[in-house]
T-cell receptor, first 113, second 115 residues
């Protein structure tokens, strides 16, 4: 069953605005990862945050993790039309291999020029 | 970063035939490879986990006789969809990891269409 649940399911914004996507999960995790998928293409790894980290930055991306609430957020600042894609969170638990990820349903982001 | 190559990127086959999808780790040894399936507008669902030299572990509901997985070397895993049916049409993605990685490296995906 799906563990990660992203919201919103779809998000439409203007170029230059910030986009925030949230992810909730149910069980204890080792780390949480965010991926991007352009339509019909493979996944691109964006950022990984470990369970003992609270915030991480990578370029225009900022990820937060609240293990007490079992939630994470992905913020894309100063969005661009090229950021249009689906974004997935994925969790890796303590018991499984690092590659055994459980994916959420994703947020479809549309950035209008 | 590590590179995982998946081939083919697109394939169309007739019902009843078999299709093989390859997943290769190009610059690292992948002790574990994972196969996912993605239906349109939905998230990835893990189908099976394969460890080099041993039988794959399939997720509940995935038919192991239909989706044959072979992980014969540390750089190659294959997924064979046997007796393909239109319902098998989907996007299949592999990922690979080794003991030292903390992220999964994904292939580009394969769009399978069964007609």
């Amino acid at each position: 069953s799906q563990q990660g649940e992203e919201d919103p399911q779809a998000l439409s914004i203007q170029e230059g605005e910030n986009a925030t996507m949230n992810c909730s999960y149910k069980t204890s995790i080792n780390n949480l990862q965010w991926y991007r998928q352009n339509s019909g293409r493979g996944l691109v790894h964006l950022i990984l945050i470990r369970s003992n980290e609270r915030e991480k930055h990578s370029g225009r991306l900022r990820v937060t993790l609240d293990t007490s609430k079992k939630s994470s957020s992905l913020l894309i600042t100063a969005s661009r039309a090229a950021d249009t894609a689906s974004y997935f969170c994925a969790t890796a638990d303590y018991g499984g291999s690092q590659g055994n990820l459980i994916f959420g349903k994703g947020t479809k982001l549309s950035v209008k020029p | 970063g590590a590179v995982v190559s998946q081939h083919p990127s697109r394939v169309i086959c007739k019902s009843g035939t078999s299709v093989k999808i390859e997943c290769r780790s190009l610059d690292f040894q992948a002790t574990t490879m994972f196969w996912y399936r993605q239906f349109p507008k939905q998230s990835l669902m893990l189908m099976a986990t394969s460890n080099e030299g041993s039988k794959a572990t399939y997720e509940q509901g995935v038919e192991k006789d239909k989706f044959l997985i072979n992980h014969a070397s540390l750089t190659l895993s294959t997924l064979t969809v046997t007796s393909a049916h239109p319902e098998d049409s989907s996007f299949y993605i592999c990922s690979a990891s080794n003991d030292r990685n903390t992220e999964a490296f994904f292939g580009q995906g394969t769009r399978l269409t069964v007609v």
